[in-house]
């Protein structure tokens, strides 16, 4: 850990923010803008909240019944009215809401009056299939419109959607079906990857085989002449909507009223269903969107994740929309058809708040710095990173090539976070690498393992008090909610390790547990090992995160296989390819080692820190439990 810290703290250097961004930023002291929210956090998320729009007020901002919280008790409200009515009913219902660029150079472009239409119609439809508040609908759909219209027809009538990233495999999907028991499940017939067609509907018939639950699948049909829908199950997507009235009120919703499940990998082979609510997600995406990104009405705002992970929910779809911000979305990937292809996007539309990945960062930075040369970025004003550590080097390189002005808001949080936890805002100096300070309201430090507070130095990243867009439960799990709150005493923990330097800047380091960050999606060990063990030819699986130039992070198993079964090249490809049908193509092992034991604790636990040290040729530490 120690060797990590020291190359991510290298640079050293400090970097203030353009005096003209700074005189415009919302926050242009955020010393005293903190000292004031921490000082009474209520005071702080009750004076926030009321910038949105409440069918009717709260009597209680916060009930804490450690670790249960509940924000803006008795208030009754609804993102979707949130995301749409308000702008629609004010001179920003002709205002551009979103532009989407398919992979094949389509572009549709939505007003919020156009958007609030289609939602209406969408929640219209979802009605007329007698879907009721609280139903669950899974929606598994490639990078399209069609995703946000159904996210916020869904929140407008109360049901709760779940979204599963489209390269999800069926059985990955199956089982998220299963444990949200959803009713109905939105798809298309295809994705586009690197002018791949990849076939979708395919996947979902598969996975809705053994899923009781499912009645109806609405299908989204790219394709001219794709296969005919097949069973009286089956809706087109057109089809559904055609007809149905443009109008349909958002139902006025109490604020712990579930949003949505969102799937993410935890350290057992059994994803976790993060369970949002309607009010105090929106007050969370809502003011860190406004804050951080500094969202004003003249910006183009480019985030480039998928609505399939948090991301995409938090900061492509509720926060900007939130805002009344413009948002543009693409599809595919950064590199095709070339390595111009945001910058591009970025001069097209005049993006000035530009929101990426360190991989993507780093995936860009093997081209060149021609690419981003060739292009006019200076649209650009505040640029963002999410989702892993970045690297000095590859900061140094994105600030530099957008024109050494734009300030990188490295914003740290996570799924269970619902919104940005730890981050500059535009008026922070920054250190390149470090995700600078805690947002407003919000407690964060770094602690030892008992929960003492570590004044300078590496320790564990925890949050001390609640906030409103934290996550209310684990879907069907309420013990796994616990553990965030049981493990390290009085404070949440996050999971990753952490160092807090001379002026209390934070350096998120990387996890503390079993849990990889693969191009910044989040992969849990034990679902890959339990993936391998499903496959015929394996005894026994294990699998460590393992540093990877690009992607952060590269996935490493080790595998001993059945009597009988020998190595052989053939093997291991059979073997990743089990992966990627069982889990999909962010899961499979880039290296797979054939073994004969794996190192054990006395009890027959798999000890992957040491498979790790040995693999990297560290110390492993403490093998006093080793069985041999
Ligand atoms: O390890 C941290 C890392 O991503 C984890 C959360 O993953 P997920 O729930 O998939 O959400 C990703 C998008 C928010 C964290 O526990 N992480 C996220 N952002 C950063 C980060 N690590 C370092 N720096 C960040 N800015």
């Given at each position: 850990m120690e060797e990590n810290i020291e190359t991510l703290q290298?640079?050293?250097?400090?970097?203030?923010?353009?005096?003209?961004?700074?005189?415009?930023?919302?926050?242009?002291?955020?010393?005293?803008?903190?000292?004031?929210?921490?000082?009474?956090?209520?005071?702080?998320?009750?004076?926030?909240?009321?910038?949105?729009?409440?069918?009717?007020?709260?009597?209680?901002?916060?009930?804490?019944?450690?670790?249960?919280?509940?924000?803006?008790?008795?208030?009754?409200?609804?993102?979707?009215?949130?995301?749409?009515?308000?702008?629609?009913?004010?001179?920003?219902?002709?205002?551009?809401?979103?532009?989407?660029?398919?992979?094949?150079?389509?572009?549709?472009?939505?007003?919020?009056?156009?958007?609030?239409?289609?939602?209406?119609?969408?929640?219209?439809?979802?009605?007329?299939?007698?879907?009721?508040?609280?139903?669950?609908?899974t929606i598994y759909l490639p990078k399209i419109p069609e995703q946000i219209v159904a996210m916020l027809a869904c929140a407008r009538i109360g049901l709760i959607h779940s979204v599963i990233y489209s390269g999800f495999s069926a059985p990955a999907l199956k089982s998220r079906i299963l444990d949200a028991e959803s009713k109905l499940v939105i798809t298309a017939d295809v994705g586009y990857d690197r002018a791949k067609t990849i076939a979708l509907k395919p996947v979902v018939d598969e996975a809705i085989a053994d899923c009781p639950t499912v009645e109806k699948v609405?299908?989204?049909?790219?394709?001219?002449?794709?296969?005919?829908?097949?069973?009286?199950?089956?809706?087109?997507?057109?089809?559904?909507?055609t007809g149905q009235s443009t109008s349909c009120e958002a139902l006025q919703l109490d604020s712990e009223t579930p949003l949505y499940i969102l799937y993410t990998s935890g350290t057992t082979?059994?994803?976790?269903?993060?369970?949002?609510?309607?009010?105090?997600?929106?007050?969370?995406?809502?003011?860190?969107?406004?804050?951080?990104?500094?969202?004003?009405?003249?910006?183009?705002?480019?985030?480039?994740?998928?609505?399939?992970?948090?991301?995409?929910?938090?900061?492509?779809?509720?926060?900007?929309?939130?805002?009344?911000?413009?948002?543009?979305?693409?599809?595919g990937k950064p590199d095709y058809p070339?390595?111009?292809?945001?910058?591009?996007?970025?001069?097209?539309y005049g993006v000035s708040i530009f929101y990426t990945t360190p991989t993507a960062i780093r995936l860009l930075m093997k081209y060149g710095e021609e690419w981003p040369g060739k292009y006019d970025l200076s649209s650009l004003r505040i640029l963002g990173s999410v989702g892993e550590p970045i690297n000095p080097e590859a900061w140094e390189w994105f600030y530099r090539v957008t024109g050494s002005s734009k300030p990188i808001m490295d914003t740290w949080w996570q799924t269970e976070t619902g919104s940005i936890l730890v981050t500059p805002l535009p008026c922070v100096p920054l250190k390149p690498g470090s995700a600078t300070r805690p947002f407003l309201g919000i407690e964060a430090d770094v602690v030892d393992r008992e929960g003492k507070?570590?004044?300078?130095?590496?320790?564990?990243?925890?949050?001390?008090?609640?906030?409103?867009?934290?996550?209310?439960?684990?879907?069907?799990?309420?013990?796994?909610?616990?553990?965030?709150?049981?493990?390290?005493?009085?404070?949440?923990?996050?999971?990753?390790?952490?160092?807090?330097?001379?002026d209390g800047y934070l350096w998120f380091m990387g996890r503390a547990d079993d849990v990889v960050k693969v191009a910044g999606n989040r992969i849990g060990t034990a679902e890959v090992e339990s993936a391998l063990v499903s496959h015929e030819a394996v005894v026994?699986?294990?699998?460590?995160?393992?540093?990877?130039?690009?992607?952060?992070?590269?996935?490493?198993?080790?595998?001993?296989?059945?009597?009988?079964?020998?190595?052989?090249?053939?093997?291991?490809?059979?073997?990743?390819?089990?992966?990627?049908?069982?889990?999909?193509?962010?899961?499979?092992?880039?290296?797979?080692?054939?073994?004969?034991?794996?190192?054990?604790?006395?009890?027959?636990?798999?000890?992957?820190?040491?498979?790790?040290?040995?693999?990297?040729?560290?110390?492993?530490?403490?093998?006093?439990?080793l069985d041999e």
């Open positions: 290298k640079s050293g250097r400090v970097i203030h923010p353009p005096a003209e961004l700074k005189a415009q930023a919302y926050i242009q002291d955020y010393d005293k803008a903190y000292k004031e929210s921490i000082a009474d956090p209520e005071k702080f998320w009750d004076g926030i909240a009321k910038e949105l729009h409440w069918f009717s007020p709260w009597h209680t901002i916060l009930e804490w019944n450690y670790p249960w919280a509940k924000w803006f008790l008795g208030g009754t409200c609804n993102i979707s009215y949130n995301c749409l009515d308000r702008h629609v009913q004010s001179p920003r219902k002709n205002k551009v809401a979103v532009i989407w660029v398919g992979e094949n150079g389509e572009e549709r472009i939505f007003t919020y009056a156009e958007l609030y239409r289609q939602v209406n119609k969408c929640a219209n439809a979802l009605k007329s299939l007698g879907l009721q508040k609280g139903d669950r609908v609405v299908v989204v049909r790219r394709e001219k002449n794709g296969p005919a829908l097949s069973s009286d199950k089956e809706i087109d997507w057109e089809d559904w909507l082979g059994k994803p976790k269903g993060v369970v949002h609510v309607h009010g105090g997600y929106m007050v969370g995406t809502y003011i860190t969107t406004k804050y951080v990104f500094d969202l004003k009405d003249e910006d183009v705002y480019f985030c480039v994740a998928d609505p399939g992970w948090v991301t995409g929910h938090s900061y492509i779809v509720y926060g900007p929309l939130l805002n009344g911000g413009t948002i543009l979305t693409a599809e070339n390595p111009g292809r945001w910058w591009d996007l970025i001069e097209r507070s570590i004044a300078q130095g590496g320790g564990f990243a925890v949050i001390k008090k609640p906030w409103p867009s934290m996550m209310r439960t684990i879907h069907n799990d309420p013990d796994r909610y616990l553990l965030y709150w049981n493990t390290i005493p009085g404070c949440y923990t996050a999971g990753d390790v952490c160092h807090k330097d001379e026994e699986a294990a699998v460590i995160g393992k540093p990877h130039k690009t992607a952060g992070e590269m996935i490493k198993a080790f595998v001993i296989l059945k009597q009988g079964h020998t190595e052989t090249p053939d093997m291991i490809k059979h073997l990743q390819d089990h992966v990627l049908q069982e889990l999909g193509k962010i899961a499979v092992p880039k290296e797979v080692e054939i073994v004969s034991s794996l190192p054990k604790t006395r009890s027959g636990k798999i000890m992957r820190r040491v498979l790790k040290a040995k693999e990297l040729g560290q110390d492993p530490g403490d093998i006093s439990t």
